[in-house]
């Protein structure tokens, strides 16, 4: 499984945007995806995850409270590729943002420990 993000970039307070990973997967087993993000000196969190796999029954997506509200986790038709949609940016939300997979179901909480695969990371940042 490969991942990379895009659509990072500076925007002002209030702003709005996009964050897109495009996943390259080797079968269809299923996955979660997850968007995490990291500021220099903290822990990477999670923000955001979602199952992309075949499982109609199940489709679930969980939101660190931090983002409820403003930040929408999707996928396209094809599931090749999972956007982040962040509205209402805050400057609390400037960090790297990376997206990750693992061959798994997802859980409610979203831990790093938990996702295997890793994208290099796109940069966000949100000035007052």
């Known amino acids: 499984v490969s991942l990379v993000e895009s659509g990072g970039g500076s925007v002002q307070s209030g702003g709005s945007l996009r964050l897109s990973c495009t996943v390259s997967r080797d079968s269809d087993s299923d996955h979660c995806v997850g968007w995490f993000r990291q500021v220099p000196g903290k822990e990477r969190e999670g923000v955001a995850s979602?199952?992309?796999?075949?499982?109609?029954?199940?489709?679930?997506?969980y939101y660190d409270e931090s983002v409820k509200g403003r930040f929408t986790i999707s996928q396209d038709n094809s599931k090749t590729t999972v956007y982040l949609q962040m509205n209402n940016l805050k400057p609390d939300d400037t960090a790297t943002y990376y997206c990750?997979?693992?061959?798994?179901?997802?859980?409610?909480?979203?831990?790093?420990?938990?996702?295997?695969?890793w994208g290099q990371g796109t940069q966000v940042t949100v000035s007052s």
């Open positions: 979602m199952y992309t796999g075949g499982a109609t029954w199940y489709a679930s997506t």
């Open positions: 990750a997979a693992t061959v798994s179901y997802c859980k409610w909480s979203i831990l790093p420990r938990d996702f295997e695969f």
